[in-house]
Antibody, heavy 118, light 109 residues
Framework: EAQLVESGGDRVQPGGSLRLSCAVSGFTSTNYWMHWVRQAPGKGLVWVSRINKDGTTTNYADSVKGRFTIYRDNAKNTLYLQMNSLRVEDTGIYFC???????????WGQGTTVIVSS | QPVLTQPPSESGTPGQTVTISCSGSTSNIGNNNIYWYQQFPGRAPKLLIYKNDLRPSGVPDRFSGSKSGTSGSLVISGLRSEDEADYYCAAWDDSLTGLFGGGTKLTVL
């Protein structure tokens, strides 16, 4: 069974950094595009970033461009999100997802919580 | 800034048919596929519809999707109490960003 498990969420001060990880199991990660999606407390889903199968193509939401970096280590079956210059508005649950093709997210992790607060 | 617009809430009684709409623009729904997700409180979202009208394995055929021009719809027929959840549409935009609608809270009366 395909499974995604996120980790790395924490409480951090504004301007700080965090690295989120997403461990993949039950499927070969090199065959799929993957995404990060976040959800602020009590709010809707917001797309954050995506990466292609071999990590050579990445896209970002305007709100995180230049601050966040998505990358993957297929040898370790792990997806990452490096988050720098964190802002209060980055607070939320971050979900790692796998796509069937490119943008159809059919497998989701349980999420990891990031709190940016002074 | 491209956006997808959904009604914040919809409701229906058991057995009824409910339609949730999603309005976008040429650069997103018009030129790309639409997806629908279901989310229960405290849970991760679940893919209900992909590529406008396709259901993943395990999704009941009570759920159906369609797209016309720059809008899409999710139709839930034979409404059940367990369908009470938040529903989100999503689409890729030609500006190379992903978009989610604001979400629709479905209440089963």
């Amino acid at each position: 069974e395909a499974q995604l498990v996120e980790s790395g969420g924490d409480r951090v001060q504004p301007g700080g950094s965090l690295r989120l990880s997403c461990a993949v199991s039950g499927f070969t990660s090199t065959n799929y595009w993957m995404h990060w999606v976040r959800q602020a407390p009590g709010k809707g889903l917001v797309w954050v970033s995506r990466i292609n199968k071999d990590g050579t193509t990445t896209n970002y939401a305007d709100s995180v461009k230049g601050r966040f970096t998505i990358y993957r280590d297929n040898a370790k079956n792990t997806l990452y999100l490096q988050m720098n210059s964190l802002r209060v508005e980055d607070t939320g649950i971050y979900f790692c997802t796998k796509a069937i093709a490119r943008n159809d997210m059919d497998v989701w992790g349980q999420g990891t919580t990031v709190i940016v607060s002074s | 800034q491209p956006v997808l617009t959904q009604p914040p809430s919809e409701s229906g009684t058991p057995g009824q048919t409910v339609t949730i709409s999603c309005s976008g623009s040429t650069s997103n729904i018009g030129n790309n596929n639409i997806y629908w997700y279901q989310q229960f409180p405290g849970r991760a979202p679940k893919l209900l519809i992909y590529k406008n009208d396709l259901r993943p394995s395990g999704v009941p055929d009570r759920f159906s999707g369609s797209k016309s021009g720059t809008s899409g719809s999710l139709v839930i027929s034979g409404l059940r109490s367990e369908d009470e959840a938040d529903y989100y549409c999503a689409a890729w935009d030609d500006s190379l960003t992903g978009l989610f609608g604001g979400g629709t809270k479905l209440t089963v009366l």
